[in-house]
């Protein structure tokens, strides 16, 4: 079975610098499929930036990048110049590519951003 | 275009009742999926319907269920009503089931169990 841990429950970063949230997963398969979803308070939950397991290039998207590194299992995500709009918990999520629809989530880290 | 929609999105039922929460996916869309938050678990896969099937089924007691109708719309009902069943109930839906494919969330339905 596919196991994603998260292990920084809170995190809180001040306007317009860069933290990093780390994700760290268990799977014997070769072909897989990472996202980062945010989800706001009291609002719905929105795909951050994705990683196919056979790309080697890390994914970004404008502000957030991924380091992934498929031999240790780990797919942190990095965000920059954070902005109070980032405020949210961010869960990490993996997806077989063997297994259909069927995501595997992390438990959440909740990241504050502080004015 | 509209994104995933779910209703109602609060509930309040009693112990024993059953309920039944309805997600539209995104136009086009044709596999829906379900999840179940909580702060204790976490998210948790439900199940997935594709095209009228239920195609993955996740670790729930058969008082989960769930449908698919032909213009992709999804249903799932929880039967028996338990305090833990208290929870914010996802809906996802993506194009396919290609492994490309990214899952796009509606808004929840939270349901509290009295």
């Known amino acids: 079975a596919q196991t994603v841990t998260q292990s920084q429950p809170e995190m809180s970063v001040q306007e317009a610098e860069t933290v990093t949230l780390s994700c760290t997963y268990d799977?014997?398969?070769?072909?897989?499929?990472l996202f980062w979803y945010k989800q706001p308070p009291s609002r719905q939950m929105i795909l951050v930036i994705r990683?196919?397991?056979?790309?080697?290039q890390n994914a970004t998207e404008n502000r957030f990048s991924v380091n992934f590194q498929k031999a240790a299992k780990s797919f942190s995500l990095k965000i920059s110049d954070s902005q109070l709009g980032d405020t949210a918990m961010y869960f990490c999520?993996?997806?077989?590519?063997?297994?259909?629809?069927?995501?595997?989530f992390g438990t959440g880290t909740s990241l504050t951003v502080i004015p | 275009k509209a994104g995933v929609t779910q209703t109602p999105r609060y509930l309040i039922k009693t112990r024993g009742q059953q309920v039944t929460l309805s997600c539209s996916p995104i136009?086009?869309?044709?596999?829906v999926s379900w999840y179940q938050q909580t702060p204790g678990q976490g998210l948790q896969f439900l199940f997935e319907?594709?095209?009228?099937?239920?195609?993955n089924k996740g670790n729930f007691p058969g008082r989960f269920s769930g449908r698919q109708f032909s213009n992709s719309r999804s249903e799932m009902n929880v039967s028996t009503l338990e305090l833990g069943d208290s929870a914010l109930y996802l809906c996802?839906?993506?194009?396919?089931?290609?492994?490309?494919?990214?899952?796009?969330f509606g808004p929840g339905t939270r349901l509290l169990v009295l």
């Open positions: 319907y594709f095209s009228e099937t239920q195609r």
């Open positions: 999520a993996f997806r077989s590519g063997n297994t259909g629809n069927q995501f595997y």
């Open positions: 996802a839906s993506s194009f396919s089931q290609l492994e490309r494919e990214t899952q796009y």
């Open positions: 799977t014997s398969e070769s072909n897989y499929y």
């Open positions: 136009s086009g869309h044709r596999s």
């Open positions: 990683q196919e397991a056979y790309k080697q």
